[in-house]
């Protein structure tokens, strides 16, 4: 997740790009309206390339570029969003698409592949990766109740807290040639399997936080 500086940085950035998008007056007000979701867009298609690719068998540096490319815009997009105000229902949905895609085909695909996998990390792995997949299934439930209800569909704390460990999580998928080498395969395992714990628990936590937002209780 990015600290206090980065995103104090990012957030300057995205002042001065609308300082210089205003002194274009029509031009930069076009601009503006459609840069979030051209940023979603740029994501969603990065995506549908990382979900190809991983079904192609490819590994490696490429997919974790892409993951971070990947992750990158869905820093950036809600930002700009916020700063030039132009949020739209259509932003928050293509950002919640990307998501989704990213997510589920990519922990369905390395679920199967630990399926034939025998050890306690393996294990472990299957329970969590199958309990982020119910969770996320559940989510989309949620997202699609809350919109045809009109409700708050918006991201809250430990969704954004989910999916930044999702992204590090999916990184860890392919760096293990890399780090194990280094560090020990036990050290890499027991780093993996905190995170991807970790990731099950925002994932239930984010569901409860919706289920409180739309049910919320009568004192």
Known sequence: MPN???????????????????????????????L???????????VILFITLLFKGYSGIIMISLIIFIGFTDLIDGKAARIFKVVSTLGKSLDRA????????????ELNKLLDVSGLVAVLSVAFLIAILIFEALLISTWVYGAFRDLDVSAHFWGKVKMWLYFFVAGLFFADIYFVPVIGRTTFDSIFLFYLFGSAVCAFL?????VERFF???K
């Not at 990307?98 to 695909?109: E, S």
């Not at 984010?206 to 919706?210: E, Q, R, T």
């Open 206 to 210: 984010s569901l409860w936080g919706y």
């Open 36 to 46: 979030a979701n051209a940023v979603t867009g740029v994501g969603v298609i990065a």
């Open 98 to 109: 990307r998501d989704k895609l990213f997510v589920c085909p990519l922990f369905g695909f």
């Open 4 to 34: 206090k500086s980065q995103c104090n940085t990012i957030h300057w950035l995205f002042v001065l790009l609308k300082m210089v998008l205003l002194t274009h007056h029509k031009r930069g007000r076009k601009m503006k309206k459609h």
């Open 216 to 218: 919320p209780s009568q």
